[in-house]
């Protein structure tokens, strides 16, 4: 129309995505995930597995694939069976059922989870009251609780603090899920020292490396992203904790996808920076699965965020190194 002049559109910022690192596979699900194909190549199928190995959708149904197979119970397991417990560890009650129903087994506990198994053990010698961080209902402090369940109260986040008491508040100490998140940890922590000022905390950190390079990378790209796209599982702790990171760093938006076919298009309206990181058990190619989906819709640009490097490894289950069938057999003809 004479007279007016159009304003140029002004360019929409490039797009781009900062991809985590570390991110995906710990040292733990590295080991664990191994150990149940090495049963399964030794031994031959089935193997089984109780409780899912890691808590990853793609995993889990990989390995059924191979011939693992998953169940809830040892008492699922058929007499003379091999049965591995999975990464997160079991209460001494499982060992005991298994060696009951006559099963050999193989001990796929993260050794970092092992480790708060045995400061409950020996806390709870010392007869001190142990206040378990950690969610419940999940694997892992069900069984980190069993080691003691007398001496330990499980304190599920900040605001579970007002309910915790113990018998002798100068004989009290600390310890967490290996999972949690860091900055929420130390908040109860604060909470329950208010509470109980001769508190004793763990003599290392129960919450692992992995867990806290996870959230300090995803912390790193939180303020700078419009959105940031986890892959994990739903009931996967570590993986549900670095959205809620994301988010706490400044994301604008966040969200747990098991496989890049769950991105909803919707998601990327008006974003031009997509932060990209995934739990610990997630294998690295779902994760190259979610950087395709993002490269078609115009997001070919990826920059690393680097916040450590990690070397740590742990051997296999010693487990392996035994003939577990002849085990077995032995055990279910001894009757
Ligand atoms: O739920 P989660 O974060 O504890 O477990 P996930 O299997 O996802 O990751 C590995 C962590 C383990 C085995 C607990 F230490
Ligand atoms: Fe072990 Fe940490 Fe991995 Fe859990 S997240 S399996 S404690 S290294």
Redesign the pocket.
Known sequence: MEGMTATPASPSPAKRVLLAAPRGY????DRAVIAVEKALEQYGAPIYVRHEIVHNKYVVQTLERKGAIFVEETAEVPEGSIVMFS?HGVAPTVHAEAAERKLATIDAT?P??TKVHKEAVRFAKEDYDILLIGHEGHEEVIGTSGEAPEHITLVDGPDDVENVSVRDDSKVVWLSQ??LSVDETMETVDRLKEKFPQLVSPPSDDI?Y??QNRQIAVKQMGADADLVIVVGSKNSS?SVRLVEVALGAGARDAHLVDFAEEIDESWLEGVATVGVTSG?SVPDVLVEGVLEWLSQRGFQDVELVKAAEESITFSLPKELRRDLRAEAAALADRG
Do not use: E, H, W
């Not at 710990?26 to 699900?29: L, T, W």
């Open positions: 710990c040292a733990g699900v990464a993260c970092l989870v290996t999972t692992c992995a867990t570590n610990a």
